[in-house]
């Protein structure tokens, strides 16, 4: 009720203050400010977010942002935080930051002058292994950096200012691209590493005047796509709205566009989290921004909250609430939600509400649930994280993105094409009679509640039926074959997230396993890369984890190789099936072959949209020697297909389809 006087209150102020301004579109986003008293602070809080433990730790100079600037790909590839420290010994707090992450190494980034010598006497003293990466300057360092990537991309961005390539460090940091710093002239580093690596695609951000063509041309690099808009906000805005595909968050990190050193850490989290990454003044969001954050929103901001129709509830059981299978008190147990936690109420037969916990969808007794009322659900259009304190993004510009302040910017207060005022879900039918059967209350979980608002799909789980594998297949049809399944993703890697927050890596491992069992059962050797929730590489990173698979590979030499992914695209209507082979794969006809074999089956067995077989560079499908394929099962990123994913029965009968797929490759012989 105060917040909706309040936001009346501001309303007819800016009725007032703006005559001319009918309707206003402001912004409702939730926000989350990630800050601590000083940029080493924040660091520390942006770590502390994103990282229980880390294998390593890069470290940077406080001020010395040239060098830090283009880690962020780095940084994702070990899964590794940045922290900040004065360069002359390390800060206290990062010392005990160090501790409590138990990395088994450090990375000092930059040269001497600015982390000194002492900086690694410290950390010998601390048991930790450490290393440096510096060039004699920022554009050197962005090479050595570079190096340690595998892409056939290159993002060339200015360095003599920060924005541009912090703009472009989150897409880079998801796509594993380098970035590499030039001035306005190239740097005799950039040109060498240039003409060692000649990446095929090469996107260059800011403009003319920050990076001038004739040297490009002088030097025969091939601009692929150039980025760049009248000031930083408009080339921030230009560069995420180029790389919207690699974001499969709902979520903005928003950073100074002005004040470097907070945003650094946070780019390597905003990765980590798929989501871009938007710079901003201190004191007002400028228009390229401010418009591109409403075009993501979802729904139209309401002033007023109805009373009816709550689909919302607070779960009052003391000990805790029993999230079972189906609407009855004797079902299993999927989950136990603590009291006073807020859940979104999907459905309702009797005396149960059927909601989602933790990505796990059953029913409640409404006995231990108080309906509340759902104010302007703002949560889908996902949450800013703002890095950094108040003297750096302050009170007002949260307060505008929050809907309870208004911009200065003119262009900021134009009325915007309007947005649907909810988004579409199942209705909630009315209360029905008394309980028979008294709730079953456990004692509490003891972890903290993560309450996640459900995406609402129409996959109905009780219409997929199990196929029988064996189906017109004789016994040991596979004896004397070996085949290694590649269950993608594991560990650190969670691999595409789906909008219910459930992890590709764990559908991926689900129908490794269900086809392992099957293949066994045909008489097949079977050898796995991973079977848990871990990446095979030893010390993980993006390039070790494929490497590692790689290598069983080739040392084992199965018959087969089969690697298994859910694809994830920005628009959550797209579904369907691929199946990939390499041109290049010293087993070319027979991998085309088997991979057209699978996609078939899979199609016939499941009945997904059939997205043909593709030809594609990955790095499972160069390296191996025998034939190999990658199958992109299904799409993670739509609502449908992301239940589908989730159901046993859609992971086995995927096994399934991948079996016959098999059998009917080796039945019918190479055309
Ligand atoms: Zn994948």
């Given at each position: 009720?105060k917040k909706s006087f309040f936001l009346l209150f501001t309303l007819l102020a800016i009725v007032l203050c703006f005559p001319l301004v009918t309707q206003a579109s402001p912004l409702v986003y939730p926000t989350e400010r990630i800050s601590g008293q000083d940029r080493v602070a924040t660091a520390l809080s942006i770590s502390q977010k994103g990282w229980d433990s880390a294998q390593t730790v890069i470290l940077c100079e406080y001020s010395d942002y040239p060098d830090s600037i283009a880690s962020t790909p780095f940084a994702v590839s070990l899964n590794a935080p940045i922290l900040l420290t004065a360069g002359g010994s390390i800060d ?580």
């Amino acid at each position: 009720m105060k917040k909706s006087f309040f936001l009346l209150f501001t309303l007819l102020a800016i009725v007032l203050c703006f005559p001319l301004v009918t309707q206003a579109s402001p912004l409702v986003y939730p926000t989350e400010r990630i800050s601590g008293q000083d940029r080493v602070a924040t660091a520390l809080s942006i770590s502390q977010k994103g990282w229980d433990s880390a294998q390593t730790v890069i470290l940077c100079e406080y001020s010395d942002y040239p060098d830090s600037i283009a880690s962020t790909p780095f940084a994702v590839s070990l899964n590794a935080p940045i922290l900040l420290t004065a360069g002359g010994s390390i800060d206290e707090r990062v010392v005990t930051e160090l501790q409590r992450l138990k990395p088994k190494k450090v990375i000092l980034l930059g040269g001497i002058a600015c982390l000194k010598p002492s900086i690694g006497n410290e950390l010998d003293n601390l048991s930790l292994k450490w290393e440096r990466i510096g060039g004699t300057d920022r554009y050197e360092t962005s090479v050595l950096l570079a190096k340690h990537l595998t892409s056939d991309s290159l993002i060339l961005a200015n360095g003599d200012d920060f924005p541009d390539a912090l703009s472009a460090a989150t897409f880079a940091g998801i796509k594993q691209i380098p970035i590499v710093l030039t001035s306005k002239s190239l740097p005799h580093s950039v040109i060498e590493y240039y003409k060692e690596t000649g990446p095929k695609h090469l996107i260059v951000i800011g403009g003319e005047f920050v990076i001038p063509s004739n040297d490009l041309t002088t030097n025969k690099f091939a601009v692929e796509t150039r980025l760049g808009g009248q000031d930083r906000y408009e080339t921030n805005a230009k560069v995420i709205s180029f790389m919207k595909d690699a974001y499969q968050s709902n979520d903005f990190y928003l950073a100074s566009g002005i004040t470097f050193p907070d945003a650094v850490a946070g780019t390597v989290l905003a990765s980590k989290d798929k989501a871009p990454l938007l710079l901003t003044e201190k004191e007002d969001i400028p228009p390229s921004i401010y418009s591109l954050m409403r075009k993501h929103m979802k729904v139209e901001p309401s002033s007023q909250s109805t009373n009816d129709n709550s689909k919302e509830g607070m779960t009052t059981a003391s000990g805790g609430l029993n999230l079972r299978e189906t609407p009855s008190s004797t079902s299993k147990i999927l989950s136990t939600i603590p009291k006073d936690t807020t859940i979104n109420l999907i459905d309702q037969q009797d005396q149960w509400y059927k909601t989602t916990y933790q990505s796990k969808t059953g029913w409640i007794s409404a006995n231990y649930v108080t309906p509340t009322t759902a104010t302007v659900d703002s949560s889908v259009n996902g949450t800013v994280h703002i890095l950094g304190g108040t003297g750096i993004i302050s009170s007002k510009s949260q307060n505008i993105i929050e809907g309870k302040a208004s911009s200065t910017y003119a262009d900021n207060l134009k009325s915007f094409p309007s947005l649907p005022s909810e988004i579409k879900t199942t209705d909630l039918p009315s209360k029905g009679e008394d309980v028979d059967t008294p709730p079953v209350v456990t004692p509490p979980v003891d972890t903290p509640p993560v309450v996640t608002p459900p995406v609402s799909t129409t996959y109905d789980p009780t219409q997929e039926v199990l196929v029988n594998p064996f189906q017109g297949i004789p016994d040991n049809a596979l004896a004397g074959k070996t085949i290694m399944i590649d269950p993608g993703h594991g560990g650190p890697d969670t691999g595409a997230i789906g909008p219910n927050h459930t992890y590709e890596k764990n559908n991926n491992l689900a129908i490794g396993l269900a086809l392992n069992s099957i293949l066994q059962q045909a008489g097949a050797k079977v050898i796995l890369t991973r079977d848990t929730d871990i990446s095979p590489a030893t010390d993980y990173s993006e390039n070790e984890d494929l490497k590692a698979r790689v290598e069983l590979a080739n040392k084992t030499n199965p018959d087969l190789f089969i690697c298994i992914h859910n694809d994830s695209f920005s628009n959550p209507a797209v579904q369907g099936t691929s199946t990939y082979y390499y041109d290049d794969n010293p087993k070319q006809a027979e991998s085309l072959k088997l991979a057209k074999s699978i996609q078939s089956s899979v199609i016939n067995t499941l009945q997904t949209n059939d997205r043909g077989v593709k030809e594609a560079n990955f790095y499972v499908l160069h390296y191996t020697t025998m034939p190999s394929i990658l199958l992109e099962a299904a799409f993670i990123s739509s609502p449908y297909e992301e239940a589908r994913l989730q159901n046993p029965t859609f992971q086995n009968n995927v096994a399934s389809a991948i079996f016959q797929g098999i059998y009917n490759y080796y039945k019918s012989p190479l055309s």
